[in-house]
């Protein structure tokens, strides 16, 4: 009787359930922005995808997947209160916007139900310094996608780099471009100038004139921020004349990128570390226009990290034969890894709080995505 009271109490919620709950589902409790700043960068569609396939392919002894979904409209505070309701109806597993402030005391309201907070995006720094062993983020840190470009950049000829920061995303908009320069430097690069924006900036005259007046002009300029900013920065930088590299994150990993930015010669030399490479018809873009074309309304690589974080924790509770929280945690952990959309093997085994798998990044010839290398970064400063 309880059993169907709690599931007449989540339907109520209008939670979304991917089929009938029983003792041995795998249950994921997602408060992802739906709508606000952060909707671009949703994995939601791309977890319902994947579960929607596992459950359809599932054998008579194999755990069913039930995603719990709901819009914690890129506000943290939802996101902490949605938890909370993922964790009384029985979830594993939760997640809330990608961000410290939403994901701690997620993550420490979780420890007295044994479960884990699994954060698809997540890159920031501070969760890994947390101390917090029933966290998982999906994607590799900050410190990694930094080295990364520096690494490609460094590699393409630039030796003067100016840095554009911002506190408004914490570490990922204000360090992530520090840790960049730490690398360039060690390579052999110079910074030449660091400049402070705003989140939402649609008029970059005053840091456009700031490089301008640098004694010593830069061959790039890296700046981790969202869209349209990014796009509108690169689109007056052109018009000012700058001809130089634009290096970025994950966030340029946006398909209105192009949109934005317009004539196809002004991206050029456009870089950006991401979490996979799409458009160059990779296995991760054929797993998305698959989803697409069956109803699934994809935003694009975030789509992907959603769709590995169902898959590992599907394979993990196989591999354990049991959805207990802590030996699923433990399973998700295992030697070897498990194959990802992302990526063709993801492994939390070394790191326990993020994952070892290739760093692409990709940068545009002709108007169109390519990839300039996947290697794994060996220098990271700031995780050592």
């Avoid at 994607?139 to 470009?149: E, F, G, K, L, Q």
């Avoid at 690494?151 to 000829?157: E, I, M, S, V």
């Avoid at 994809?298 to 509770?317: H, T």
């Amino acid at each position: 009787m309880e059993k169907i009271l709690l599931r007449a109490a989540v339907l109520t919620a209008g939670l979304l359930q991917a089929g009938h709950a029983g003792a041995s589902d795998l249950k994921i409790g997602l408060a992802v922005a739906m709508t606000g700043a952060y909707a671009p960068y949703s994995e939601a569609e791309g977890a319902r995808c994947m579960a929607d396939k596992l459950n359809k392919a599932a054998g008579a002894n194999d755990p069913k997947v039930e995603l719990m979904i709901e819009d914690n409209r890129s506000d943290p505070q939802l996101s902490v209160s949605l938890g909370q309701k993922f964790l009384d109806a029985g979830a594993q597993i939760i997640t809330g916007v990608p961000f410290p402030d939403a994901l701690i005391p997620m993550a420490q309201t979780a420890q007295s139900y044994g479960a884990t907070v699994f954060s698809a995006p997540n890159t920031q720094l501070e969760m890994q310094q947390a101390g917090l062993d029933n966290f998982i983020a999906g994607a590799v840190p900050d410190p990694i996608n930094a080295s990364a470009t520096a690494n490609a950049l460094y590699g393409k000829g630039a030796r003067t780099v100016a840095l554009m920061v911002s506190p408004d995303a914490g570490s990922y908009s204000e360090k992530l471009p520090e840790w960049f320069g730490e690398v360039f430097e060690h390579l052999g690069g110079k910074v030449v100038g660091k400049f402070n924006y705003s989140y939402g900036t649609t008029d970059w005259s005053p840091q456009i004139a700031s490089i301008k007046a640098l004694p010593q002009k830069p061959d790039a300029i890296h700046i981790c921020a969202v869209l349209p900013d990014v796009g509108i920065l690169i689109r007056q930088l052109r018009a000012n004349g700058y001809e130089g590299w634009v290096a970025g994150c994950d966030a340029f990993d946006d398909k209105s990128l192009e949109g934005t930015v317009g004539d196809p010669k002004s991206l050029e030399k456009v870089m950006f570390a991401t979490h996979g490479a799409t458009g160059i018809d990779s296995p991760i873009d054929k797993f998305l226009a698959q989803c697409k074309a069956d109803g699934y309304k994809i935003n694009g690589i975030f789509d992907a990290l959603g769709a590995d974080m169902v898959q590992i924790s599907y394979e993990a509770a196989k591999k354990a034969g049991t959805v207990e929280p802590a030996a699923l945690r433990e399973a998700i952990r295992a030697p070897g890894g498990y194959p990802g959309t992302t990526a063709p093997t993801i492994s939390f085994a070394e790191k326990k709080g993020y994952p070892v798998k290739v760093v692409p990044v990709m940068g545009f010839a002709d108007g169109k995505r390519v990839l300039i290398t996947d290697t794994p970064p060996t220098f990271v400063p700031a995780l050592n």
